[in-house]
């Protein structure tokens, strides 16, 4: 089986959907499968070789120009590399890989991981469609993509291939009790609603500090509230960190007390994985597919997206019960197997071969055969 990969980019920038498309391909080659990525490149690139795997550059840029572009190169790309399956990751990659399916002779799998943008509907374009969770799932199939095109593989990335395993990292000397999120500085993330929370528990809790570990374009906003005249008045913009990307963010969820995910949608929430494994206590949004991520309540408590005063009440809870905090740090750490690499990549190779599975089928039938259905 040849397998090709479609990202945008392979930058180690903490992007969720790339992270797990590297992860597959590595895992994927150490099957003995024949693997290759297309993407505009990054410092993966290095990790893909070392694996063996072929790294193609294909500029998805969406200007007119450049689509054009893009479209001649894919065509090369699988004129020289002839793949059995394409896995399109990203919407640009879907409808190019799309455009050519006849042509090349291949299967398109395509994954959904954002599913709140409105561009996810063009995933649907390929063969088999794999979500992320069950409430993917079933957003999908509301906007109307057939039942028997989808595959839930629920998403996991422990004990990837991109990074060491979590007893090896070296937990910061973090201010304690802990409060920390590792997210994207965006508004759907909810780093708005946690800063307001982490304001109205400040005072019960003098010695808390929040942690906000990511970059994105709304951080100058969030800035700027932290400096305001309200928050520098108590003192919080000395107990509310911004750290910016963190290329190993373990470190700081080994030693966080409390981790938040206050997202207002979230098709899985990847980063929820690795808080488990820390062994932090968790809350997070009642939303999309958190609740899976979260074994439905047994490992972290839900809260309602939007809504900073119930987020405050429940870190409340947390710092002011220290059984309650260890409960939970230890019920977050449970059950974790499930979330490996490894078994995503199980799942996704189960949907590769059923694709082949039909293709060779298809491919030895005779014409008179298609016809008659004999």
Same mark, same amino acid.
């Given at each position: %089986? ?17 992270? #797990?498309? =590297? ?17 505009? @490149? ?22 007119? #120009?450049? %689509? ?13 590399? /002839? ?16 455009? +050519?399916?006849?042509?090349?002779? $291949?299967?398109? #799998? ?29 957003? %999908? ?19 990837? *291939?991109?990074?060491?395993?979590? /007893?090896?990292?070296?937990?910061? *000397? ?23 929370? !982490? ?6 809790? *003098? ?37 910016? !990307? ?5 470190? $700081? %969820?080994?030693?966080?007390?409390? !981790? ?37 309540? /047994?490992? @972290? ?28 740090? +230890? &019920? ?6 499930? !979330? ?10 189960? =949907? ?6 039909? $293709? ?7 014409? &008179? ?6």
């Amino acid at each position: %089986m040849r397998i090709l990969h479609i990202t945008n980019h392979v930058q180690k920038i903490g992007n969720g959907i790339v992270n #797990v498309a =590297v992860d597959l391909a590595c895992l994927q080659t150490k099957k003995n499968l024949d693997v290759a990525v297309a993407s505009a @490149g990054g410092e993966y690139e290095t990790l893909l070789a070392n694996h063996g795997i072929s790294h193609f550059k294909l500029d998805q840029s969406r200007t007119p #120009v450049n %689509m054009i572009k893009a479209a001649w190169r894919y065509r090369e790309i699988i004129k020289e590399f /002839q793949p059995d399956i394409v896995h399109a990751h990203m919407m640009t990659g879907v409808v190019l890989a799309g455009i +050519f399916k006849n042509s090349g002779q $291949y299967s398109l #799998v395509s994954t959904v991981h954002n599913e709140f943008q409105r561009s996810a509907v063009l995933m649907g374009l390929a063969d088999r469609v794999i979500a992320v969770s069950h409430a993917v799932a079933d957003s %999908m199939i509301h906007r109307g993509i057939p039942a028997k095109k989808l595959r839930v593989v629920a998403n996991g990335t422990l004990n990837s *291939p991109r990074h060491r395993k979590i /007893q090896d990292y070296q937990p910061l *000397p973090l201010h304690h009790p802990a409060i920390t999120t590792v997210a994207g500085m965006y508004t759907r993330k909810g780093i708005g609603e946690l800063i307001e929370a !982490f304001n109205l528990i400040a005072k019960d809790f *003098p010695k808390a500090h929040l942690y906000l570990v990511g970059d994105g374009p709304d951080r100058a906003m969030f800035e700027n509230i932290i400096n305001s005249k309200l928050f520098r008045d108590k003192g919080l913009h000395q107990r509310i960190h911004f750290e910016g !990307f963190q290329p190993e963010p373990q470190r $700081y %969820m080994l030693s966080t007390d409390i !981790f938040v995910l206050a997202s207002h949608c979230e098709s899985f929430g990847l980063v929820l994985t690795e808080a488990r494994e820390a062994g932090c206590a968790i809350v997070a949004s009642d939303i999309d597919g958190i609740p899976e991520t979260l074994d439905h309540r /047994q490992a @972290g408590i839900l809260v309602p997206p939007k809504d900073s005063q119930k987020l405050a009440n429940a870190l409340a809870q947390l710092l002011s019960d220290t059984k309650q905090l260890q409960k939970w740090k +230890f &019920r977050a750490k449970q059950n974790l197997e499930r !979330f490996s690499a490894t078994r995503v990549n199980e799942e996704t190779l189960n =949907v590769y071969r059923e694709l082949t599975r039909q $293709y060779n089928v298809i491919r030895t039938i005779k014409p &008179r055969e298609l016809v008659t259905g004999k």
